[in-house]
């Protein structure tokens, strides 16, 4: 009768320790890469809500600016450019003037193209914000 020999078997083992360091220092890079940006709260305008008509409404003197694709930002036929658009809150700041002037209400209407970036429609937000404007409204872009 044969005596089988003792074989002693080593269980194979994976080496966490590389994949745990890749992992930290992804995690570190992307920490320290992140952009922290201030979030938009409350800009003090007002949007337009559900409204029934009951008659015939006379339409206010309204402004439209316009948003296109690349970037753009016109209000009657004039180009403003910038990111704080000094001239276009200049320009709204007229607008709301004269509209109060003439007891008339002041609205603005944002049309902005499908394909606009709306981070420009949000820096005319804040236009009208800074010009005291309100009411804004949403239009179809082109």
Same mark, same amino acid.
């Given at each position: ?20 360091? #890749? ?14 940006? $201030? ?6 305008? #007002? ?5 029934? $008509? +009951? ?21 009657? +036929? /004039? ?16 607008? /709301? ?22 981070? /420009? ?10 010009? +005291? ?10």
């Amino acid at each position: 009768m044969k005596i089988k020999a003792a074989t002693h078997v080593e269980e194979a083992r994976i080496d966490l320790t590389p994949m745990i360091d #890749t992992v930290m220092f992804l995690l570190i890079f992307f920490m320290i890469t992140t952009r922290l940006g $201030q979030e938009e709260t409350d800009l003090g305008i #007002t949007l337009p809500g559900m409204v029934t $008509q +009951g008659g015939p409404v006379d339409m206010p003197d309204e402004q439209v600016i316009e948003v296109d694709a690349k970037g753009n930002v016109v209000l009657n +036929g /004039r180009v403003f450019e910038g990111k704080t658009m000094p001239d276009l809150v200049a320009t709204l700041i007229r607008y /709301r003037l004269a509209s109060e002037a003439m007891k008339a209400k002041h609205m603005i209407t944002i049309q902005a193209e499908d394909t606009a970036n709306y981070e /420009r429609v949000i820096e005319v937000m804040n236009a009208c914000a800074g010009a +005291g404007i309100k009411d804004v409204t949403f239009g179809s872009g082109s």
